[in-house]
């Protein structure tokens, strides 16, 4: 079959996710003729949420499968919910945090993710201490980090050489210690997830550092869920959008170098060919690796492709009539090393009167769990999930789960992640374009990646940049 031609754009967005779309809006509005290709059957990419089964008595519900926190300091993202007059709640944390580590369950009036908050649990002193006296150390070298990308570091070789294992063995001496490390490395933000012996010291210090868990960017939650954000910057992009067809190849001609050029760049899917004038490539840098470009990328670049790995997360939600753990005194998170659930945390919205824990099944925890039928997968979740808070756990109206790294147009939660040795080989790749072809998507921003802020900021850097230079 004859590929569809369409017209001559000045810019192709490739990749409808919340990068695309902003990239897309942004030049749009500055007067550029703008086409959007997006591989799946909807916008959103990693974006995305669900209405819950609840039965015809209930006021419909909406769950994020994808990104749901919002923090104070993501000021790009907060303007875009204003814009589109979403409004947001306050993460509910009130009530005294559950950990579980090995035999030892107890609660306490805190909370810990990257940073502790409030009153330690009641680990054995030793244990805890040890981490505190680790955490000081690490926070040292966080402190050293530059907010910019990290590769360029005086130090850059030497970290980048370890594992987060590495740091982890040479600065802990108890179990516990080591084990709040791992978790940190799995169940936070953009790290991944990664288990700490896969990713590079350089890439965990440095996200800390330009993506602080201090700045609490779980703390608030969007009513009716993030996920309906894609759909509203779609929205006036008609048939310019183009739904369901992956993007194949990419070609540029040898005389792509300047502006002025009329249709210089080829995008090419299987169904279709959108000549431009420069592209826009807003999504991982795994995904893009499925992408044929002429001329070549160059070997860093193809390097970063092949070695950015996406995380290894499953997010489950799970829906109660009520959120009943609040009535023994618990905030609904839990935190610890069980057999699934690293940690969990309640995310109901106060206007559905519904209490909803949304759980991560993170690392290697979760290539077990997903080799698991879905009957044991809902039972394995439930059984972490009493175990935090208690029986009632077991009797859920709703339950969802999103296997990320099964989604064949995105590969993984919550984003990428460096090995050891790649910020050092292709850190510069990131964002070099190549030619007329820009780079976008959460993993490549400077501040806040693998959160909708970096994905927020990736999209008007890269459409900056290509208006400046179609002029
Ligand atoms: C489970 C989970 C929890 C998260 N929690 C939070 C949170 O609480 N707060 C927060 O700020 N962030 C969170 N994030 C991260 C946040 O969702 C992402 O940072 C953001 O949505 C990334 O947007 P993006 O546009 O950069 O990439 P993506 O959303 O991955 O978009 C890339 C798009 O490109 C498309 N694509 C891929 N290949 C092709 C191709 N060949 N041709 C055409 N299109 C293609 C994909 O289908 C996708 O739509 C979470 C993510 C997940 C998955």
Redesign the pocket.
Known sequence: MTPRADPLKDVVV?????????AARQLRRSGLSVGV????PT?????VRSPLQLGPERTPAWV????????PS?SR?LALLESHGLRRFPSPHGGETVLSFGTHRCTFSGFFQGFPEGQPPSVPSGDWDDAMAALKQFQDLVASMPEGHPHHHPDADALDRLSFQDWIDSHTHTPFAAWYFAYFCRAVG?LGPAEPDQVSLLHVAWGQRTAPQGDH??EDLIHGG?GQVPALLAEGLGDALVLG????AIHQSESATGPGLEATVEVI?DRSSHPCRAVIV???PA??G??HFTPALPADRLALQEGMAM?N???VLVAYGRPWWRESGLSGIGIGDRPWVELCADSSDPETGLGVLAA?VVGRRRERWSALGAAQRRAAVLEDLAAYFGPMALEPLDYVE?N?PE?P??G????AWMPPGLWTRSGDALLRPHGRVYW????VAER????????VE??ERAATAVAALLG
């Open positions: 490739v990749g409808a996710g919340l990068a695309g779309l902003v290709i997006e591989a799946a916008v959103g990419g990693r974006m994020d499968l994808g990104g749901q926190w919002v923090g993501h993202f953009f960017p779980e993030a067809e992956p993007v194949r899917t807003a999504m991982p995904r893009a499925a992408i995380g997360c499953s997010k991560f999103k990320w989604e147009f995105v993984g939660a919550f984003a976008a998507g959460t993993e806040w990646p693998g959160f909708f802020e970096g994905a990736s999209g």
